[in-house]
């Protein structure tokens, strides 16, 4: 079974500070990775996700992460961030048969932007 | 506009109750989730169905119900069997069959024992 590392269960940073969320997954032959974003008190909300192709993925908000097998990892980088963006994010992959997938998440990184 | 909605947004329940958590989806998706959220564990997979009329236990089924009667409701009950029901619980859909599972999120019931 697939699982899923966030190596930080929080992050402080200062505004416009660039900021990395780490993720690791277990290996796989082939794998679709995801990062949601969850505001409090409020439902999860995609970020971007890796299928195939470029390892770099651009996705909302100004987020961008960068597949390398070779490490097994999925981080989230923004290179500016606003207050806005305090949040609590998760990494997750698709595990399963075509057809019958799941979503195995981290644990969630806590980010904290501080004036 | 499509989504999906989760009714109550809060729910107080006494101990020795059950309760029925709603989850209806607009979307046409033919695959729905229950997760539950605690802080610092991330989300774990209650239950899930790919289908109508069928569903599959997830990671931390014990305690809990669902049924899927309908494509668009899915709903979640708490038993009294729940040990530890206090948490916030997520509600997701997808569309099955897929090389991938990109799910839909709705914006959770927070669920409080007295």
Same mark, same amino acid.
């Given at each position: 079974a697939q699982s899923v590392t966030q190596l930080d269960s929080q992050v402080p940073v200062f505004e416009e500070a660039p900021v990395e969320l780490r993720c690791n997954y277990s290996s796989s032959v082939s794998v679709y990775l995801f990062w949601y974003v969850q505001y409090p008190n409020q439902g999860l909300q995609l970020l971007l996700k890796y299928?195939?192709?470029?390892t770099l993925v651009k996705g909302i908000n100004g987020f961008e992460a960068e597949f390398n097998k070779s490490q097994t990892s999925f981080h989230l980088r923004k290179p500016s961030v606003h207050i806005s963006d305090t949040a609590e994010y998760f990494c997750a992959v698709s595990e399963g048969v075509w057809g019958a997938q799941k979503l195995v998440f981290g644990q969630g990184t806590r980010l904290t932007i501080n004036p | 506009d499509g989504g999906i909605t989760q009714s109550p947004k809060y729910l107080f329940r006494k101990e020795g109750q059950n309760v029925t958590l709603s989850c209806e989806q =607009?979307? =046409?998706?033919d695959a729905m989730y229950w997760y539950r959220q605690d802080p610092g564990q991330g989300l774990r997979l209650i239950y899930y169905s790919q289908i109508v009329n069928d569903f599959q236990k997830g990671d931390i089924a014990e305690g809990y119900s669902v049924s899927r009667e309908k494509k668009e409701s899915f709903p979640l009950t708490v038993t009294s069997?729940?040990? =530890?029901?206090?948490a916030f619980y997520l509600c997701a859909s997808t569309i099955a069959g897929g090389r991938y599972n990109e799910q839909f999120f709705g914006p959770g019931t927070r669920l409080t024992v007295l």
């Open positions: 299928l195939s192709g470029s | =607009n979307l =046409n998706h069997a729940q040990k =530890n029901p206090t």
